[in-house]
């Protein structure tokens, strides 16, 4: 039985979605032009007043925010209320060392942990489960936002945090956790840690919260299959609030956004333009519920569609692909374009592990991609011959998916170094040059 947290806004009428949409936007614009001075000049420099705004249909006319806006407002430049009415900030992990800032008033926190408690319960969650969450907790965003959802849905929360892979595991025997929260990249390394200690058969999982970082769909089956559970995508970004944005139900085809607080276009990210429906571009959001950090026309950069067919999960708000990869993310090797999604998808069809790494440089003006990954401890046992023809193998199956020629390397099991949060997977010594 399919589980939701607000059923009238979750399951509403395409046209009440469309009529909160427009009866939100329209202050919100007013609201940012008159108390935000860094979104006025740029609404001044393209000539729109908060007038020419009167429904979604004008919302193309609005300047885009980019990180980079985020980086020269910095710190308060973009907050919408006094400072003394926000009650927290979350920020970015930086690892690209473009750390960002968000505000929150109490309102905001109420509104994130509602958007996290519908991810919960579409994953089946109830008042009944053991909510497990080992998304970091402090500046990044997974931690608090799966605990305030989960409160939200009368679970009993174990605010775990990252790390201690024994600790969470005990924890996880011990008080019975039912839904797991982390990343996929450690939700595979906790399966193979809990398979490893013969503890399978002690764990209660029934379902999982993976979100944070791109996974394929062989991952997701290979978490589902080690852990025997069901694994839910949920997608969201620091500048918009963090996780629960969108989220998966049981169909597993694509993630609903909370389209009464997040109003989502598809541009192409070279022109800016909006595309039409169905089309594959950069995700812009618009927020039109928050008070503190109201971001309007908000480029995240990660490229995904759209689809706003009926799902059977009886949800009416419009579903995004898993992100295929970000306009930013995206590699240029020898001048074509790589998304490393496509090299895991290559990865785990061939019944690889998802503990791999993209190393990218340049020699002698050329650029070389090498893919590393470890071999299952069965791989790992054949003899020498049968790991070079593996690696031809791959080699093969990438050339096949990428149209260019990459280095693979079969390493040992558990040489590649593993995350507790979001896996470094590329190493782009380029632009060290
Ligand atoms: O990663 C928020 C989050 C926490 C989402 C926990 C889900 C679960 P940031 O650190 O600001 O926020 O990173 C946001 O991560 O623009 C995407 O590129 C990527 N991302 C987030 N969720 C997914 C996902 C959090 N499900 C950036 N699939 C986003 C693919 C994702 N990429």
């Not at 990044?140 to 969470?168: A, E, I, Y």
């Not at 031809?392 to 050339?399: I, N, P």
């Amino acid at each position: 039985m399919e589980h939701y947290y607000q059923p009238e806004i979750e399951c509403a009428s395409r046209d009440q979605i469309r009529a909160w949409q427009n009866e939100r936007l329209v202050p919100t614009v007013k609201r940012v032009y008159e108390s935000v001075p860094y979104y006025r000049q740029l609404m001044d420099e393209k000539g729109v007043t908060p007038d020419d705004i009167k429904s979604v249909d004008d919302l193309h006319k609005l300047p885009f925010l980019t990180k980079d806006d985020l980086r020269k407002a910095y710190p308060f430049g973009l907050l919408a209320v006094p400072l003394k009415d926000c009650v927290r900030i979350q920020s970015t992990s930086g690892t690209t060392g473009r750390r960002v800032v968000a505000f929150y008033t109490q309102h905001d926190i109420d509104l994130w942990d509602e958007c996290c408690a519908r991810a919960i319960m579409a994953a089946g969650g109830t008042n009944e489960d053991v909510v497990h969450v080992c998304y970091g907790y402090g500046l990044f965003t997974g931690g608090p936002g799966l605990n305030g959802g989960s409160h939200k849905v009368g679970s009993l929360t174990l605010p775990m945090s990252s790390g201690n892979t024994d600790r969470q595991i005990q924890f996880m025997c011990d008080l019975g956790s039912t839904i797991l929260c982390c990343t996929p990249s450690y939700a595979a390394y906790l399966a193979e840690s809990i398979i490893e200690r013969g503890l399978r058969d002690q764990i209660k999982l029934k379902a999982g919260i993976f979100g944070a970082e791109a996974w394929s769909e062989e991952m997701r089956q290979d978490i589902q299959d080690k852990l025997g559970i069901k694994a839910y995508d949920i997608y969201g970004l620091t500048e918009i609030s963090g996780p629960g944005v969108s989220f998966e139900c049981s169909d597993q085809h694509g993630m609903h956004i909370n389209e009464d607080h997040f109003i989502p276009e598809i541009i192409d990210p070279n022109t800016g333009e909006v595309l039409p429906e169905g089309s594959v571009g950069e995700l812009v959001f618009t927020c039109i519920t928050k008070d503190a950090f109201p971001l309007l026309r908000y480029r995240t950069r990660d490229i995904c569609v759209l689809n706003y067919e009926k799902c059977p999960c009886g949800r009416t708000h419009v579903r995004m692909s898993k992100p295929m990869g970000r306009s930013d993310d995206m590699l240029i090797i020898k001048g074509v374009n790589v998304f490393p999604s496509q090299i895991e998808a290559v990865l785990l069809n061939k019944g690889y592990p998802a503990n791999y790494q993209i190393i990218v440089t340049r020699e002698n003006n050329t650029d070389r991609l090498e893919v590393q990954v470890e071999m299952t401890s069965e791989m790992f046992s054949d003899n020498l011959s049968k790991v070079s023809a593996r690696e031809r193998e791959l080699v093969e199956a990438l050339k096949a998916m990428l149209g260019i020629y990459a280095v693979v390397k079969l390493v040992a099991p558990k040489s590649i170094t593993r995350s507790e949060g979001k896996a470094v997977r590329v190493i782009d010594k380029r632009k060290l040059y």
